[in-house]
């Protein structure tokens, strides 16, 4: 594990999206799984700059999205496709060669998940998985309890996960209650895992996944096993890890 600390959100955001470009989009046909979420953003927005420069290329990368909400329109503003479009997609050209993410309506929801883990499959898998962290330790949607072994499926969103969204969807009780997300498997067997923390709200948890046991109680802290592991934190987030 190589845990690096930098004082500030700006220069968390610029470490990020260098790692990523070095990791990811230099080598043609590179595969990397890509978060949303408040923290990447800033890594998104220095990617964009990046590639506005003409120093990187998104072009021959295939990019699988960790998650998506579930019962929400496609054109919603509050999906993760719309997040990542407003954020990246639209940002950058040319785009990935291939970008996967599941439907937030799916007309079979086994189906759809299935479809996904075929197409990770069929990619060879991820080179890269870059992740956030949740204030109770999830990763992508895999809520405290869910089982190592699960790949792609719907996920129970944990009050406090819907808690965390319920000034973006005006109310706990508009914010979707289920999600598709990639499992801990398929996060595990990515060949590097980037771990992203910001927000002095992070630090307990953070501590958690990195230094206390290994436990569903605390998804996150299954990465403690991953061989090739980077936590990349601001400093606030890692006010416990010494």
Partial sequence: MDVIVKPDYRTLSETAARLVARWSLVEPGSVVMLPT??????????????????????SSVTVFSLDEYLDLPEDD??????YMMRHLWNKISPGPAAWHIPSSRPADVQAECQAFDRKVAESGGADLAVLG????????????GTPW??????????????RGEAERFGGVEHVPK????????????ARRVLLLASGEAKAEVLY???????????????????????????????????
């Fill in 37 to 58: 979420g408040n923290t990447p953003k800033g890594m998104y927005a220095e990617l964009a700059q990046l590639a506005a420069a003409g120093l990187i290329d998104f």
């Fill in 77 to 82: 503003e509050r999906t993760f496709r719309r």
């Fill in 133 to 144: 962290i949740g204030e109770n330790g999830h990763i992508a949607f895999n809520e405290p």
């Fill in 149 to 162: 072994d699960r790949t792609t499926h719907v996920a129970e969103l944990a009050p406090q996960s819907r």
């Fill in 178 to 189: 289920q999600a598709i997300t990639v499992g801990v498997k398929t996060i595990m067997r």
């Fill in 208 to 242: 958690r996944a990195l230094k206390g046991p290994i436990t569903t109680d605390v998804p996150a802290s299954v990465l403690q096993l991953h061989p090739q592991l980077t936590v990349l934190v601001e400093r606030a987030a890692g006010a416990h890890i010494g």
